[in-house]
Protein backbone atom coordinates (compact mmCIF):
# COMPACT_ATOMS: atom_id res chain seq x y z
CA UNK A 1 0.00 0.00 0.00
CA UNK A 2 0.84 3.75 -0.65
CA UNK A 3 0.08 6.68 1.36
CA UNK A 4 0.44 8.95 -1.28
CA UNK A 5 -3.04 10.61 -1.70
CA UNK A 6 -6.03 9.02 -3.67
CA UNK A 7 -6.56 9.98 -7.37
CA UNK A 8 -9.82 8.42 -7.40
CA UNK A 9 -12.15 7.21 -5.26
CA UNK A 10 -15.27 5.15 -5.52
CA UNK A 11 -17.44 4.13 -3.05
CA UNK A 12 -19.91 2.27 -2.33
CA UNK A 13 -21.09 2.57 -5.72
CA UNK A 14 -24.18 0.98 -7.10
CA UNK A 15 -25.95 0.77 -9.92
CA UNK A 16 -29.65 -0.75 -10.88
CA UNK A 17 -30.95 -2.03 -14.32
CA UNK A 18 -34.74 -2.57 -13.48
CA UNK A 19 -34.77 -5.16 -11.17
CA UNK A 20 -31.36 -6.33 -11.54
CA UNK A 21 -28.22 -4.68 -9.32
CA UNK A 22 -25.45 -4.73 -11.51
CA UNK A 23 -22.97 -3.27 -9.03
CA UNK A 24 -23.32 -3.67 -5.49
CA UNK A 25 -21.46 -1.22 -3.30
CA UNK A 26 -17.92 -1.26 -4.70
CA UNK A 27 -15.38 0.66 -3.60
CA UNK A 28 -11.93 1.39 -5.05
CA UNK A 29 -9.30 4.01 -4.56
CA UNK A 30 -6.20 4.43 -7.14
CA UNK A 31 -3.59 6.83 -6.74
CA UNK A 32 -1.45 8.24 -9.91
CA UNK A 33 0.81 6.47 -11.89
CA UNK A 34 -1.14 3.06 -10.16
CA UNK A 35 -2.35 -0.27 -12.22
CA UNK A 36 -5.18 -2.01 -10.45
CA UNK A 37 -6.95 -5.16 -12.66
CA UNK A 38 -10.88 -5.74 -12.75
CA UNK A 39 -11.76 -8.93 -12.96
CA UNK A 40 -14.47 -10.96 -12.50
CA UNK A 41 -16.57 -13.37 -14.94
CA UNK A 42 -18.83 -12.61 -17.34
CA UNK A 43 -21.72 -10.38 -16.27
CA UNK A 44 -19.85 -9.49 -13.25
CA UNK A 45 -20.43 -5.77 -13.64
CA UNK A 46 -17.09 -4.69 -14.94
CA UNK A 47 -17.95 -2.56 -17.75
CA UNK A 48 -21.34 -1.25 -15.99
CA UNK A 49 -18.26 -0.14 -13.66
CA UNK A 50 -16.68 1.81 -16.18
CA UNK A 51 -19.70 3.17 -17.76
CA UNK A 52 -21.15 4.25 -14.14
CA UNK A 53 -17.85 6.29 -13.31
CA UNK A 54 -17.98 7.60 -16.77
CA UNK A 55 -20.83 9.14 -16.80
CA UNK A 56 -23.16 6.75 -19.28
CA UNK A 57 -24.94 5.40 -16.26
CA UNK A 58 -26.37 7.31 -13.19
CA UNK A 59 -25.47 5.46 -9.92
CA UNK A 60 -28.61 4.32 -7.73
CA UNK A 61 -26.36 5.56 -4.51
CA UNK A 62 -22.15 5.52 -3.75
CA UNK A 63 -19.62 8.62 -4.77
CA UNK A 64 -17.14 9.19 -7.27
CA UNK A 65 -14.25 11.47 -6.15
CA UNK A 66 -11.74 12.94 -8.17
CA UNK A 67 -8.60 14.44 -6.37
CA UNK A 68 -11.01 15.66 -3.78
CA UNK A 69 -13.92 17.03 -6.13
CA UNK A 70 -17.10 14.58 -6.43
CA UNK A 71 -18.31 14.31 -9.81
CA UNK A 72 -20.98 11.58 -8.79
CA UNK A 73 -23.64 12.22 -11.65
CA UNK A 74 -22.08 14.23 -13.73
CA UNK A 75 -22.67 14.52 -17.55
CA UNK A 76 -19.63 12.35 -19.62
CA UNK A 77 -17.68 15.31 -21.04
CA UNK A 78 -17.47 17.02 -17.63
CA UNK A 79 -15.51 13.86 -16.42
CA UNK A 80 -13.81 13.27 -19.07
CA UNK A 81 -12.63 16.63 -19.00
CA UNK A 82 -11.82 16.55 -15.55
CA UNK A 83 -9.35 13.83 -16.07
CA UNK A 84 -11.39 10.16 -16.22
CA UNK A 85 -11.03 8.39 -19.58
CA UNK A 86 -11.96 5.15 -20.83
CA UNK A 87 -11.60 2.49 -23.76
CA UNK A 88 -14.75 0.27 -25.05
CA UNK A 89 -15.08 -3.48 -24.29
CA UNK A 90 -16.75 -3.07 -28.34
CA UNK A 91 -14.25 -0.42 -29.77
CA UNK A 92 -16.08 3.40 -30.87
CA UNK A 93 -14.45 4.78 -33.01
CA UNK A 94 -15.51 7.91 -35.00
CA UNK A 95 -16.54 5.55 -38.19
CA UNK A 96 -16.31 8.81 -40.60
CA UNK A 97 -13.20 10.40 -39.66
CA UNK A 98 -9.26 9.00 -40.11
CA UNK A 99 -7.37 7.51 -37.78
CA UNK A 100 -5.65 11.03 -37.26
CA UNK A 101 -8.99 13.20 -37.23
CA UNK A 102 -10.42 10.66 -34.20
CA UNK A 103 -7.36 11.61 -32.53
CA UNK A 104 -8.10 15.24 -33.15
CA UNK A 105 -11.13 15.58 -31.66
CA UNK A 106 -9.75 14.33 -28.38
CA UNK A 107 -7.15 16.86 -28.53
CA UNK A 108 -9.09 19.76 -30.01
CA UNK A 109 -10.74 19.95 -26.41
CA UNK A 110 -8.10 18.99 -23.98
CA UNK A 111 -6.14 21.41 -22.20
CA UNK A 112 -2.83 21.66 -23.96
CA UNK A 113 -3.64 20.08 -27.09
CA UNK A 114 -1.98 17.22 -26.96
CA UNK A 115 -0.04 16.46 -29.83
CA UNK A 116 -1.61 14.32 -32.24
CA UNK A 117 1.33 12.09 -33.85
CA UNK A 118 2.81 11.72 -30.83
CA UNK A 119 -0.10 10.39 -29.10
CA UNK A 120 -0.37 7.84 -32.54
CA UNK A 121 2.65 7.06 -32.03
CA UNK A 122 2.74 6.08 -28.10
CA UNK A 123 -0.38 3.37 -29.37
CA UNK A 124 1.53 2.16 -32.47
CA UNK A 125 -1.10 3.70 -34.82
CA UNK A 126 1.27 6.67 -36.72
CA UNK A 127 1.57 4.93 -39.45
CA UNK A 128 -2.34 4.29 -39.92
CA UNK A 129 -2.81 8.12 -39.23
CA UNK A 130 -4.16 8.75 -42.78
CA UNK A 131 -6.28 5.77 -43.27
CA UNK A 132 -9.81 5.32 -42.50
CA UNK A 133 -10.95 3.31 -39.95
CA UNK A 134 -12.37 0.60 -41.65
CA UNK A 135 -9.10 -0.37 -42.76
CA UNK A 136 -8.28 -1.20 -38.45
CA UNK A 137 -8.25 -4.33 -37.08
CA UNK A 138 -10.76 -4.73 -34.47
CA UNK A 139 -7.18 -4.47 -32.29
CA UNK A 140 -6.32 -1.26 -33.73
CA UNK A 141 -9.76 0.21 -33.15
CA UNK A 142 -9.19 -0.53 -29.23
CA UNK A 143 -6.07 1.06 -29.58
CA UNK A 144 -7.33 3.89 -31.24
CA UNK A 145 -9.79 4.41 -28.50
CA UNK A 146 -6.96 4.43 -26.10
CA UNK A 147 -5.25 7.04 -28.00
CA UNK A 148 -8.53 9.13 -28.34
CA UNK A 149 -8.37 8.89 -24.47
CA UNK A 150 -4.90 9.55 -23.62
CA UNK A 151 -5.35 12.81 -26.31
CA UNK A 152 -7.28 14.17 -23.75
CA UNK A 153 -4.50 14.29 -21.10
CA UNK A 154 -6.85 12.02 -18.54
CA UNK A 155 -5.51 11.12 -14.91
CA UNK A 156 -7.12 7.62 -14.75
CA UNK A 157 -8.15 5.33 -17.94
CA UNK A 158 -10.32 2.32 -17.56
CA UNK A 159 -9.29 0.43 -20.00
CA UNK A 160 -11.55 -2.08 -20.71
CA UNK A 161 -10.55 -5.94 -21.88
CA UNK A 162 -7.55 -4.39 -24.52
CA UNK A 163 -6.10 -7.46 -24.67
CA UNK A 164 -9.22 -9.88 -26.04
CA UNK A 165 -8.14 -11.71 -29.57
CA UNK A 166 -4.33 -10.42 -29.34
CA UNK A 167 -1.36 -12.81 -30.02
CA UNK A 168 0.89 -13.35 -27.16
CA UNK A 169 3.19 -10.99 -29.14
CA UNK A 170 0.77 -7.96 -29.65
CA UNK A 171 -0.38 -8.85 -25.81
CA UNK A 172 3.24 -7.97 -24.97
CA UNK A 173 3.68 -5.36 -26.72
CA UNK A 174 -0.10 -4.10 -25.39
CA UNK A 175 1.08 -4.58 -21.86
CA UNK A 176 4.65 -2.72 -22.32
CA UNK A 177 2.19 0.57 -23.79
CA UNK A 178 0.17 0.17 -20.81
CA UNK A 179 3.24 0.47 -18.52
CA UNK A 180 5.08 3.51 -20.43
CA UNK A 181 1.32 5.42 -19.91
CA UNK A 182 1.48 4.54 -16.03
CA UNK A 183 5.26 5.92 -15.87
CA UNK A 184 3.57 9.21 -17.37
CA UNK A 185 1.87 9.37 -14.23
CA UNK A 186 -1.96 7.92 -15.26
CA UNK A 187 -3.32 5.36 -13.41
CA UNK A 188 -4.92 2.24 -15.07
CA UNK A 189 -7.50 0.25 -14.10
CA UNK A 190 -7.49 -2.95 -16.58
CA UNK A 191 -10.67 -5.12 -17.21
CA UNK A 192 -9.21 -8.37 -18.17
CA UNK A 193 -10.07 -12.01 -18.09
CA UNK A 194 -6.34 -12.98 -18.95
CA UNK A 195 -4.65 -13.44 -16.42
CA UNK A 196 -1.27 -14.09 -17.80
CA UNK A 197 -1.23 -10.66 -19.48
CA UNK A 198 -2.47 -9.07 -15.96
CA UNK A 199 0.70 -10.13 -14.24
CA UNK A 200 2.55 -8.15 -16.56
CA UNK A 201 0.77 -4.78 -15.86
CA UNK A 202 -1.28 -4.97 -12.50
CA UNK A 203 0.57 -5.29 -8.50
CA UNK A 204 -3.46 -5.66 -7.28
CA UNK A 205 -6.25 -6.66 -8.07
CA UNK A 206 -10.28 -5.79 -7.60
CA UNK A 207 -12.48 -8.81 -7.85
CA UNK A 208 -16.14 -8.69 -9.19
CA UNK A 209 -19.26 -11.51 -8.79
CA UNK A 210 -22.46 -10.70 -9.59
CA UNK A 211 -21.93 -6.82 -9.09
CA UNK A 212 -20.25 -7.31 -5.47
CA UNK A 213 -16.22 -7.30 -4.51
CA UNK A 214 -15.27 -11.09 -3.06
CA UNK A 215 -11.54 -9.65 -3.26
CA UNK A 216 -9.37 -6.71 -3.04
CA UNK A 217 -5.79 -6.92 -3.04
CA UNK A 218 -2.77 -8.01 -4.43
CA UNK A 219 -3.43 -10.43 -7.53
CA UNK A 220 -0.92 -13.12 -5.74
CA UNK A 221 -3.04 -13.34 -3.29
CA UNK A 222 -6.22 -13.43 -5.25
CA UNK A 223 -4.87 -16.37 -7.50
CA UNK A 224 -5.09 -18.32 -3.71
CA UNK A 225 -8.35 -17.06 -2.47
CA UNK A 226 -11.00 -19.70 -1.96
CA UNK A 227 -14.15 -17.77 -3.17
CA UNK A 228 -12.38 -15.96 -6.31
CA UNK A 229 -11.09 -19.77 -7.17
CA UNK A 230 -15.07 -20.79 -6.52
CA UNK A 231 -16.13 -17.90 -8.55
CA UNK A 232 -13.58 -18.74 -11.76
CA UNK A 233 -13.73 -22.20 -11.09
CA UNK A 234 -16.84 -23.44 -10.15
CA UNK A 235 -19.35 -21.81 -12.53
CA UNK A 236 -20.66 -18.08 -11.80
CA UNK A 237 -23.41 -18.85 -9.08
CA UNK A 238 -22.77 -16.92 -5.59
CA UNK A 239 -21.91 -19.56 -3.13
CA UNK A 240 -23.85 -16.98 -0.54
CA UNK A 241 -21.51 -17.93 3.04
CA UNK B 1 1.46 25.99 -37.52
CA UNK B 2 -0.79 25.96 -40.61
CA UNK B 3 1.72 27.71 -43.22
CA UNK B 4 -0.01 30.51 -44.90
CA UNK B 5 0.21 29.16 -48.49
CA UNK B 6 -2.11 26.05 -47.67
CA UNK B 7 -4.53 28.55 -45.96
CA UNK B 8 -5.17 30.08 -49.14
CA UNK B 9 -5.51 26.96 -50.84
CA UNK B 10 -8.06 25.61 -48.28
CA UNK B 11 -9.94 28.79 -49.05
CA UNK B 12 -10.07 28.48 -53.27
CA UNK B 13 -12.87 25.83 -53.11
CA UNK B 14 -14.82 27.47 -50.92
CA UNK B 15 -14.61 30.47 -52.96
CA UNK B 16 -15.42 28.86 -56.00
CA UNK B 17 -18.41 27.28 -53.88
CA UNK B 18 -19.79 30.09 -53.20
CA UNK B 19 -18.95 32.66 -56.46
CA UNK B 20 -20.30 30.21 -59.31
CA UNK B 21 -23.83 30.45 -57.77
CA UNK B 22 -24.08 34.26 -56.85
CA UNK B 23 -22.81 35.16 -60.43
CA UNK B 24 -25.43 32.23 -62.23
CA UNK B 25 -27.87 33.70 -60.39
CA UNK B 26 -26.63 37.75 -60.81
CA UNK B 27 -26.49 36.68 -64.83
CA UNK B 28 -29.47 34.54 -64.83
CA UNK B 29 -31.75 37.61 -64.66
CA UNK B 30 -30.67 38.38 -67.85
CA UNK B 31 -31.46 35.56 -69.44
CA UNK B 32 -34.98 34.55 -67.66
CA UNK B 33 -36.94 37.57 -67.18
CA UNK B 34 -39.06 35.82 -63.87
CA UNK B 35 -37.41 37.67 -61.21
CA UNK B 36 -39.72 35.97 -58.25
CA UNK B 37 -39.15 32.57 -59.34
CA UNK B 38 -35.47 33.02 -59.25
CA UNK B 39 -35.28 34.48 -56.07
CA UNK B 40 -37.76 31.84 -54.60
CA UNK B 41 -34.77 29.10 -56.37
CA UNK B 42 -32.06 31.39 -54.67
CA UNK B 43 -34.44 30.93 -51.35
CA UNK B 44 -34.44 27.30 -51.69
CA UNK B 45 -30.48 27.14 -52.30
CA UNK B 46 -30.15 28.52 -49.30
CA UNK B 47 -32.75 26.27 -47.34
CA UNK B 48 -31.06 22.90 -48.62
CA UNK B 49 -27.80 24.45 -47.44
CA UNK B 50 -29.26 25.27 -43.75
CA UNK B 51 -30.82 21.83 -44.11
CA UNK B 52 -27.53 20.41 -44.84
CA UNK B 53 -26.23 21.69 -42.13
CA UNK B 54 -28.72 20.24 -39.91
CA UNK B 55 -28.73 17.36 -41.47
CA UNK B 56 -25.57 16.85 -43.10
CA UNK B 57 -23.45 17.49 -39.58
CA UNK B 58 -25.67 16.48 -37.07
CA UNK B 59 -27.80 13.95 -38.55
CA UNK B 60 -30.95 15.12 -37.04
CA UNK B 61 -33.52 15.56 -39.81
CA UNK B 62 -35.94 18.41 -39.37
CA UNK B 63 -38.84 18.19 -40.82
CA UNK B 64 -40.65 20.98 -38.96
CA UNK B 65 -37.86 23.32 -40.66
CA UNK B 66 -40.64 25.53 -42.20
CA UNK B 67 -41.54 26.63 -38.59
CA UNK B 68 -38.33 28.67 -38.54
CA UNK B 69 -38.96 30.23 -41.92
CA UNK B 70 -42.55 31.23 -41.36
CA UNK B 71 -41.55 32.49 -37.80
CA UNK B 72 -38.91 34.69 -39.93
CA UNK B 73 -41.69 35.93 -42.59
CA UNK B 74 -43.71 37.02 -39.87
CA UNK B 75 -40.75 38.61 -37.48
CA UNK B 76 -39.46 40.57 -40.21
CA UNK B 77 -42.99 41.59 -42.05
CA UNK B 78 -44.11 42.57 -38.35
CA UNK B 79 -40.73 44.66 -37.48
CA UNK B 80 -41.78 46.31 -41.16
CA UNK B 81 -45.10 47.10 -40.98
CA UNK B 82 -45.30 48.04 -36.85
CA UNK B 83 -41.53 49.33 -36.28
CA UNK B 84 -41.09 51.12 -40.11
CA UNK B 85 -37.43 48.95 -40.41
CA UNK B 86 -35.20 48.70 -43.84
CA UNK B 87 -36.54 45.41 -45.42
CA UNK B 88 -32.83 44.16 -45.56
CA UNK B 89 -32.46 45.06 -41.30
CA UNK B 90 -35.96 43.46 -41.15
CA UNK B 91 -34.56 40.14 -42.69
CA UNK B 92 -31.65 40.08 -40.42
CA UNK B 93 -34.03 40.06 -37.57
CA UNK B 94 -36.21 37.59 -39.22
CA UNK B 95 -33.11 35.43 -38.66
CA UNK B 96 -32.68 35.99 -34.64
CA UNK B 97 -36.23 35.15 -34.72
CA UNK B 98 -35.82 32.09 -36.51
CA UNK B 99 -32.67 31.48 -34.12
CA UNK B 100 -34.65 32.52 -31.11
CA UNK B 101 -37.50 29.63 -31.89
CA UNK B 102 -34.80 27.14 -32.36
CA UNK B 103 -33.43 27.90 -29.11
CA UNK B 104 -37.16 27.55 -27.70
CA UNK B 105 -37.34 24.47 -29.23
CA UNK B 106 -34.18 22.85 -27.83
CA UNK B 107 -35.38 19.94 -25.31
CA UNK B 108 -36.34 18.56 -29.14
CA UNK B 109 -33.05 17.29 -29.23
CA UNK B 110 -33.96 14.72 -26.42
CA UNK B 111 -35.89 12.87 -29.17
CA UNK B 112 -34.24 10.64 -31.67
CA UNK B 113 -34.43 9.43 -35.54
CA UNK B 114 -38.07 9.84 -36.54
CA UNK B 115 -39.33 11.17 -33.01
CA UNK B 116 -37.06 14.50 -33.61
CA UNK B 117 -38.39 14.51 -37.16
CA UNK B 118 -42.04 14.10 -36.30
CA UNK B 119 -41.74 16.76 -32.90
CA UNK B 120 -40.15 19.51 -34.99
CA UNK B 121 -42.94 18.96 -37.70
CA UNK B 122 -45.39 19.18 -34.38
CA UNK B 123 -43.88 22.15 -32.80
CA UNK B 124 -43.90 24.03 -35.87
CA UNK B 125 -47.59 23.15 -36.56
CA UNK B 126 -48.48 24.59 -32.89
CA UNK B 127 -46.64 27.41 -33.70
CA UNK B 128 -48.64 27.78 -37.09
CA UNK B 129 -52.09 28.00 -35.17
CA UNK B 130 -50.77 29.90 -32.62
CA UNK B 131 -49.67 33.20 -35.53
CA UNK B 132 -53.10 32.26 -37.69
CA UNK B 133 -55.10 32.62 -34.25
CA UNK B 134 -57.98 34.82 -35.01
CA UNK B 135 -57.68 36.04 -31.18
CA UNK B 136 -54.08 37.34 -32.20
CA UNK B 137 -55.24 39.43 -34.98
CA UNK B 138 -54.17 42.40 -33.28
CA UNK B 139 -50.78 41.53 -33.58
CA UNK B 140 -50.17 39.26 -36.44
CA UNK B 141 -53.27 39.40 -38.31
CA UNK B 142 -54.51 36.21 -37.89
CA UNK B 143 -55.74 34.34 -40.76
CA UNK B 144 -55.28 36.94 -43.30
CA UNK B 145 -51.62 37.37 -43.20
CA UNK B 146 -49.32 40.34 -44.05
CA UNK B 147 -49.22 42.85 -47.04
CA UNK B 148 -45.83 44.21 -47.60
CA UNK B 149 -46.64 45.78 -50.64
CA UNK B 150 -45.52 48.88 -49.49
CA UNK B 151 -42.02 47.74 -48.71
CA UNK B 152 -42.02 45.71 -52.50
CA UNK B 153 -39.04 46.04 -54.57
CA UNK B 154 -38.26 42.79 -56.28
CA UNK B 155 -34.65 44.03 -56.96
CA UNK B 156 -33.83 44.34 -53.42
CA UNK B 157 -35.42 41.09 -52.69
CA UNK B 158 -33.78 39.20 -55.18
CA UNK B 159 -30.17 40.81 -54.33
CA UNK B 160 -30.95 39.92 -50.70
CA UNK B 161 -31.75 36.25 -51.61
CA UNK B 162 -28.58 35.85 -53.41
CA UNK B 163 -26.92 37.15 -50.38
CA UNK B 164 -28.53 34.69 -48.56
CA UNK B 165 -26.96 31.75 -51.14
CA UNK B 166 -23.63 33.34 -50.15
CA UNK B 167 -24.19 33.53 -46.24
CA UNK B 168 -25.51 29.92 -46.39
CA UNK B 169 -22.86 28.71 -48.70
CA UNK B 170 -20.21 30.14 -46.57
CA UNK B 171 -22.28 28.82 -43.28
CA UNK B 172 -21.51 25.33 -44.87
CA UNK B 173 -18.28 26.02 -45.78
CA UNK B 174 -17.02 26.95 -42.74
CA UNK B 175 -18.76 24.07 -40.83
CA UNK B 176 -17.01 21.63 -43.02
CA UNK B 177 -13.05 23.16 -42.60
CA UNK B 178 -13.78 24.28 -39.13
CA UNK B 179 -12.65 22.26 -35.87
CA UNK B 180 -16.31 22.65 -35.26
CA UNK B 181 -17.63 20.47 -38.30
CA UNK B 182 -15.05 18.08 -37.19
CA UNK B 183 -16.40 17.87 -33.70
CA UNK B 184 -20.34 17.39 -35.11
CA UNK B 185 -19.34 14.55 -37.14
CA UNK B 186 -17.57 12.73 -34.32
CA UNK B 187 -20.97 13.55 -32.69
CA UNK B 188 -22.96 12.14 -35.59
CA UNK B 189 -20.74 9.17 -35.81
CA UNK B 190 -20.89 8.24 -31.98
CA UNK B 191 -22.70 10.30 -29.08
CA UNK B 192 -21.01 8.98 -26.15
CA UNK B 193 -17.89 8.39 -27.99
CA UNK B 194 -17.65 12.29 -28.50
CA UNK B 195 -18.37 13.42 -25.13
CA UNK B 196 -15.85 11.19 -23.77
CA UNK B 197 -13.27 12.82 -26.27
CA UNK B 198 -14.57 16.10 -24.59
CA UNK B 199 -17.27 17.40 -26.28
CA UNK B 200 -20.17 19.17 -24.64
CA UNK B 201 -22.66 17.11 -27.12
CA UNK B 202 -26.08 19.21 -26.35
CA UNK B 203 -24.09 22.44 -27.13
CA UNK B 204 -22.70 21.77 -30.15
CA UNK B 205 -25.79 20.56 -31.64
CA UNK B 206 -27.38 23.23 -29.92
CA UNK B 207 -24.65 25.89 -32.21
CA UNK B 208 -25.67 24.17 -35.58
CA UNK B 209 -28.92 23.84 -35.12
CA UNK B 210 -29.41 27.80 -34.26
CA UNK B 211 -27.21 28.31 -37.31
CA UNK B 212 -29.41 26.34 -39.37
CA UNK B 213 -32.54 27.89 -38.06
CA UNK B 214 -31.12 31.35 -38.60
CA UNK B 215 -30.87 30.63 -42.40
CA UNK B 216 -34.17 29.31 -42.70
CA UNK B 217 -35.49 32.53 -40.92
CA UNK B 218 -33.53 35.07 -43.15
CA UNK B 219 -35.44 32.59 -46.08
CA UNK B 220 -38.46 33.51 -45.05
CA UNK B 221 -38.33 37.06 -44.61
CA UNK B 222 -36.90 37.13 -47.91
CA UNK B 223 -39.78 35.13 -49.01
CA UNK B 224 -42.48 37.38 -47.54
CA UNK B 225 -41.04 40.55 -48.88
CA UNK B 226 -40.79 39.05 -52.53
CA UNK B 227 -44.18 37.73 -51.96
CA UNK B 228 -45.26 40.87 -50.48
CA UNK B 229 -48.55 39.65 -49.85
CA UNK B 230 -49.15 36.26 -47.90
CA UNK B 231 -51.39 34.08 -45.95
CA UNK B 232 -50.02 32.17 -42.94
CA UNK B 233 -50.45 29.01 -44.35
CA UNK B 234 -48.19 30.46 -47.55
CA UNK B 235 -45.16 30.71 -44.92
CA UNK B 236 -46.03 27.81 -42.94
CA UNK B 237 -46.09 25.19 -45.09
CA UNK B 238 -44.45 21.80 -44.65
CA UNK B 239 -44.11 20.84 -48.48
CA UNK B 240 -40.99 24.04 -47.59
CA UNK B 241 -39.63 21.72 -45.45
CA UNK B 242 -40.03 18.38 -47.87
CA UNK B 243 -39.12 20.21 -50.51
CA UNK B 244 -35.48 21.52 -49.15
CA UNK B 245 -34.84 18.29 -47.56
CA UNK B 246 -35.22 16.50 -51.04
CA UNK B 247 -33.21 19.11 -52.73
CA UNK B 248 -30.26 19.02 -50.01
CA UNK B 249 -30.50 14.80 -49.88
CA UNK B 250 -30.92 14.91 -53.68
CA UNK B 251 -27.16 16.95 -54.60
CA UNK B 252 -25.77 14.66 -51.51
CA UNK B 253 -25.86 15.85 -47.75
CA UNK B 254 -22.80 17.16 -46.14
CA UNK B 255 -20.97 18.46 -49.25
CA UNK B 256 -20.72 22.45 -50.45
CA UNK B 257 -22.17 22.22 -53.74
CA UNK B 258 -24.50 18.74 -53.36
CA UNK B 259 -27.38 21.10 -51.78
CA UNK B 260 -26.69 23.55 -54.23
CA UNK B 261 -26.82 22.04 -57.58
CA UNK B 262 -29.83 19.63 -56.14
CA UNK B 263 -31.84 22.79 -55.33
CA UNK B 264 -31.20 24.51 -58.87
CA UNK B 265 -31.84 21.20 -60.63
CA UNK B 266 -34.88 19.92 -58.98
CA UNK B 267 -36.45 22.94 -58.83
CA UNK B 268 -36.12 24.12 -62.43
CA UNK B 269 -37.83 20.70 -62.78
CA UNK B 270 -41.05 21.43 -60.72
CA UNK B 271 -41.27 24.29 -62.04
CA UNK B 272 -41.64 23.16 -65.64
CA UNK B 273 -43.75 20.48 -64.46
CA UNK B 274 -44.62 20.41 -60.86
CA UNK B 275 -47.02 23.39 -60.75
CA UNK B 276 -49.50 21.96 -63.05
CA UNK B 277 -49.94 19.15 -60.65
CA UNK B 278 -48.56 19.60 -57.74
CA UNK B 279 -50.51 16.71 -55.72
CA UNK B 280 -48.19 13.99 -57.79
CA UNK B 281 -45.39 15.71 -57.66
CA UNK B 282 -46.03 15.40 -53.91
CA UNK B 283 -46.34 12.11 -54.02
CA UNK B 284 -43.17 11.11 -56.20
CA UNK B 285 -40.46 13.62 -53.65
CA UNK B 286 -41.86 11.62 -50.78
CA UNK B 287 -40.74 8.07 -52.63
CA UNK B 288 -37.79 10.25 -53.52
CA UNK B 289 -36.69 10.99 -50.00
CA UNK B 290 -37.58 7.34 -49.08
CA UNK B 291 -35.27 6.19 -52.23
CA UNK B 292 -32.64 8.70 -51.35
CA UNK B 293 -31.97 7.98 -48.11
CA UNK B 294 -32.06 4.10 -48.72
CA UNK B 295 -30.30 4.29 -51.71
CA UNK B 296 -28.00 6.82 -52.05
CA UNK B 297 -27.26 8.47 -48.83
CA UNK B 298 -24.70 10.69 -50.11
CA UNK B 299 -26.83 11.88 -53.09
CA UNK B 300 -25.51 13.36 -56.77
CA UNK B 301 -22.44 14.27 -55.62
CA UNK B 302 -21.57 10.74 -53.86
CA UNK B 303 -22.74 9.39 -56.94
CA UNK B 304 -19.98 11.25 -59.07
CA UNK B 305 -17.47 10.41 -56.16
CA UNK B 306 -18.24 6.63 -56.41
CA UNK B 307 -17.70 6.60 -60.15
CA UNK B 308 -14.85 9.50 -60.37
CA UNK B 309 -13.11 6.87 -57.77
CA UNK B 310 -13.87 3.47 -60.09
CA UNK B 311 -12.38 5.42 -62.99
CA UNK B 312 -9.59 6.21 -61.13
CA UNK B 313 -8.95 2.91 -59.78
CA UNK B 314 -9.44 1.27 -63.42
CA UNK B 315 -6.73 3.63 -64.34
CA UNK B 316 -4.46 2.86 -61.77
CA UNK B 317 -4.54 -1.14 -62.41
CA UNK B 318 -4.24 -0.14 -66.48
CA UNK B 319 -0.79 1.41 -65.71
N1 LIG C 1 -27.60 -1.20 -20.15
C1 LIG C 1 -27.94 -2.30 -19.47
N2 LIG C 1 -29.24 -2.57 -19.24
C2 LIG C 1 -29.61 -3.67 -18.55
N3 LIG C 1 -28.74 -4.55 -18.05
C3 LIG C 1 -27.43 -4.35 -18.23
C4 LIG C 1 -26.96 -3.21 -18.96
N4 LIG C 1 -25.61 -3.27 -18.99
C5 LIG C 1 -25.26 -4.37 -18.34
N5 LIG C 1 -26.33 -5.03 -17.86
C6 LIG C 1 -26.32 -6.24 -17.06
O1 LIG C 1 -25.52 -5.99 -15.95
C7 LIG C 1 -24.75 -7.13 -15.63
C8 LIG C 1 -23.29 -6.77 -15.62
O2 LIG C 1 -22.89 -6.55 -16.98
P1 LIG C 1 -21.46 -6.02 -17.37
O3 LIG C 1 -21.48 -5.72 -18.81
O4 LIG C 1 -21.07 -4.94 -16.44
O5 LIG C 1 -20.55 -7.29 -17.09
P2 LIG C 1 -18.99 -7.51 -17.36
O6 LIG C 1 -18.39 -7.90 -16.08
O7 LIG C 1 -18.43 -6.37 -18.08
O8 LIG C 1 -19.04 -8.79 -18.31
P3 LIG C 1 -18.10 -9.20 -19.55
O9 LIG C 1 -16.91 -9.87 -18.97
O10 LIG C 1 -18.93 -10.15 -20.31
O11 LIG C 1 -17.79 -7.96 -20.29
C9 LIG C 1 -25.13 -8.21 -16.65
O12 LIG C 1 -26.11 -9.01 -16.07
C10 LIG C 1 -25.69 -7.41 -17.78
O13 LIG C 1 -26.64 -8.16 -18.48
MG1 LIG D 1 -17.58 -6.05 -19.87
New interface residues.
Partial sequence: MTDAPALLKIENLTTVFGGLKALSEVSLEIVPGQAIGLVGPNGSGKTTLVNTVCGLYRPASGRVILEGIDITGHRPHSIARAGINRTFQIPKPFKDLSVYENVKVSSIHSRNHAPIEEVLARVNLREFANHPISELTAAQQKRLDLARAVALEPKVIFVDELAAGLTPGELHEVAEMLKEFQALGIALIVVEHLMGFLEQVVASVLVLSAGRTIFAGPLRNALADEEVKRVFLGGESDAGN | MQSTDSKMKRLVGPTIATLVPVIAFALAIHVYSNELLLTYMAIYVALAQGVNIMYGFTGYLPFGYFGFFGIGAYVSGLVMLDYNFPPVVAVVIGGLGGALVGAILLPLFRLRGAYFAIGTLAASEAIYTIVANPSLQSITNGPYGLNLANYYSSGMAYGSAIGLVAISIIAVSYVRGS?FG??L??I???P??????????PRQRFYAWLISAAIAGMAGSIFGWATSVFYPQAVFDSSLSVLAIVFALFGGIGSVWGPTIGAILLYSVYNAIGISNPQYFQLIYGVVIVLLVLFAPRGLLGFWNFIAQTLRSKRKKND
Avoid: I
Wanted: hydrophobic fraction near 40%; charge should be positive; charged fraction near 30%.
Fill in positions: RLTKARDDYSASMAGVNV
